[in-house]
Nanobody
Framework: QVQLVESGGGLVQPGGSLRLSCAAS????????MGWYRQAPGKQREFIAT???????NYTDSVKGRFTISTNNAKDTVFLQMNGLKPEDTGVYYC???????????????WGQGTQVTVSS
């Protein structure tokens, strides 16, 4: 059993910053990649950023230059530093992680429960 728990969401004014965290726990052998998605009201969940176990990152165009994804040394926590926030960044932010529970298992994608980010004046 693997759990992902997000934190750090909240209400922020346009131009402000927030830092989201997502901690993975449970029966984890290794984590191949971790990422962040966002779901705005009335819209489908969309990709925001991902980071591989080797540290390679990828971002959707709308957040490039404003958001930064990173992990801790143990690679069991992923962060999303969000600067220059805009009203269109509002939504529920979900983290995910591709986790192997033992050496010979295939990676399985786990999701967190989501954390609300609201950008409004």
């Amino acid at each position: 059993q693997v759990q992902l728990v997000e934190s750090g969401g909240g209400l922020v004014q346009p131009g402000g910053s927030l830092r989201l965290s997502c901690a993975a726990s449970g029966s984890i052998f290794s984590t191949n990649a971790m990422g962040w998605y966002r779901q705005a009201p009335g819209k489908q969940r969309e990709f925001i950023a991902t980071i591989s176990s080797g540290g390679s990152t990828n971002y959707t165009d709308s957040v490039k230059g404003r958001f930064t994804i990173s992990t801790n040394n143990a690679k069991d926590t992923v962060f999303l530093q969000m600067n220059g926030l805009k009203p269109e960044d509002t939504g529920v932010y979900y983290c995910n992680a591709a986790v192997k529970v033992h050496l010979w298992s295939a990676p399985y994608l786990y999701w967190g429960q989501g954390t609300q980010v609201t950008v409004s004046s």
